[in-house]
């Protein structure tokens, strides 16, 4: 009957510890439903979004008279001389693609989470898939495309194209569980899909450490268990 109740008590412990360990396991990985993927290009993200973007070289008036810039907004050169005048368009346009439903442990994530959260980071991508057009009038210059025949001298009207990934930092303390969903904890710190931190957001508040309630139940069963036996003796 002892041995019994000694194996009883120490199931019942251990279930208690695996409950509290669990808890502190780190959240998995963000998934998306599917790739997200620039079409034109072929282009792939390492993970939740996407964004192409595209600066082309331009005359901008200067204080000695025009210097050539890159820039991803169109200078009007209307008022330009003849020989300091613009495209009058770009022949392509900067976009951004993010993932429409993420899911973290098999729950969905809440969609105020990449928002306040993601961060932008540049990266290279493989251009294997890069269409014969395309490949025809880019080639790899630096961690992106470039137009120009040759990159060491670019000529105005020649286009540089750069891709960013959006990624989320590691979730553990800035995410709760609710309604089936992970929403942003209160303590989570805030910032926007820029990778910009937010200035007037509150320091993160430390998550509460869970030894303290794994020890209490511990000692609640231990307290139990005694006075089961203290009553069968």
């Given at each position: ?192 899909v820029q990778g910009r931190a937010d200035p007037s957001a509150a320091p993160p508040v430390p998550a509460p450490a869970r030894w303290p309630w794994l020890f209490a139940v511990l000692l609640l069963a231990l307290v139990a ?9």
């Amino acid at each position: 009957m002892r041995r019994a109740a000694w194996l009883a008590a120490t199931a019942c412990l251990s279930l208690l510890a695996a409950g509290a360990f669990a808890q502190d396991a780190p959240l998995g990985a963000p998934q998306p439903d599917r790739t997200v993927r620039d079409p034109e290009f072929g282009v792939r993200a390492r993970h939740l979004g996407l964004e192409r973007r595209v600066t082309m070289l331009q005359w901008q008036r200067a204080a000695s008279g025009y210097a050539r810039v890159w820039s991803e907004d169109l200078v009007d050169s209307s008022g330009f001389d003849a020989s300091h005048r613009n495209p009058a368009a770009f022949p392509l346009q900067s976009k951004r693609w993010v993932a429409r439903s993420v899911t973290v442990d098999g729950k969905p994530l809440d969609a105020t989470v990449l928002p306040a959260l993601g961060i932008w980071r540049d990266f290279r991508p493989s251009f294997n898939a890069l269409p014969a057009n395309l490949a025809a009038t880019f080639q790899p210059e630096g961690d992106g495309l470039g137009s120009a025949d040759n990159p060491l001298d670019p000529q105005v009207g020649d286009l540089r194209i750069r891709w960013r990934d959006l990624d989320l930092p590691p979730l553990d303390d800035r995410l709760v569980l609710r309604d089936g969903r992970w929403q942003l904890s209160p303590a989570a710190p805030a910032g926007d899909v820029q990778g910009r931190a937010d200035p007037s957001a509150a320091p993160p508040v430390p998550a509460p450490a869970r030894w303290p309630w794994l020890f209490a139940v511990l000692l609640l069963a231990l307290v139990a268990v005694g006075l089961w036996w203290k009553r069968r003796a």
